[in-house]
């Protein structure tokens, strides 16, 4: 899978990605990642790419122009016009479910505003997908970016160890994960729960469920309603 970002710190994409789990896939070439500096497409020699808002108000507004052409140079070395994930706070908050369908991508293309926004215009041409990752304003869409790019990844077959990790955490139906143990079975007199010893397997997944369902209950209510809705109307 091939992520293309478009930033005004393609350093700052780099320097977060090259590591660890991405970064030992970006090196097998599983997946691919650039990032696109737009203020190489600045058409003035300070590679300025913001001006003031029309209309007044604080701060500066990324100019169209560069972020259009920017876009337009990555598009003529796809297949095709790849999707555009805009990081806005006034997106749809990114989950599991969104993590899921840009996995399903052979590229996609992430925009990371900065200052007071972008123009309406280059939004309005190129962007396909407005996504928050929460009720909070950062500085620029670099984090943000990073954080989908770390979780669609995940779902890219060849990315992760055990492909059955990907299948058995948080959120991939909807629940928490249930508890996780390792050695030693008895830690300063706290045991490991027997059926976990048990090497029966039926009993195991019955468990795990049930810690699931608990967890989620507990910590994300919202989460286990939304789950017990579901699962009994298909009952």
């Known amino acids: 899978m091939k992520f293309y970002v478009m930033s005004l710190f393609p350093q700052m994409i780099l320097d977060g990605l090259n590591t660890s789990i991405t970064g030992r896939a970006i ?14 497409f600045s058409n003035n020699k300070h590679m300025k790419v913001d001006d003031y808002p029309y209309g007044g108000g604080a701060g500066m507004v990324m100019q169209p122009g560069p972020v259009c052409d920017a876009y337009e140079s990555i598009a003529a070395r796809c297949s095709g016009r790849p999707r555009v994930v805009y990081m806005t706070p006034q997106g749809h908050t990114f989950n599991q479910h969104m ?6 991508e052979e590229e996609l293309v992430i925009l990371c505003g900065h200052y007071e926004g972008i123009d309406e ?20 869409g670099e984090l943000p970016a990073m954080v989908v790019i770390d979780s669609v990844s995940r779902l890219v077959p060849g990315v992760l160890n055990n492909d059955e990790s990907a299948q058995t955490e948080s959120f991939s139906d909807g629940l928490l994960e249930y508890p996780q143990y390792t050695r030693p079975a008895n830690y300063k007199g706290i045991e490991v729960p027997e059926v976990l010893l048990s090497g029966h397997h039926g009993n195991i997944e019955k468990w795990r469920h049930e810690k699931s369902l608990e967890r989620t209950k507990k910590y994300r209510p919202d989460l286990y309603e939304k789950y017990m809705a579901e699962n009994n109307n298909n009952s």
């Open 99 to 104: 993590a899921e369908e840009f996995a399903k």
């Open 27 to 40: 090196d097998s070439g599983v997946l691919s990642i650039e990032a696109v500096d737009i203020r190489d």
């Open 121 to 140: 215009r280059a939004l309005e041409s190129i962007v396909t997908d407005y996504v928050s990752i929460g009720d909070y304003v950062l500085t620029g």
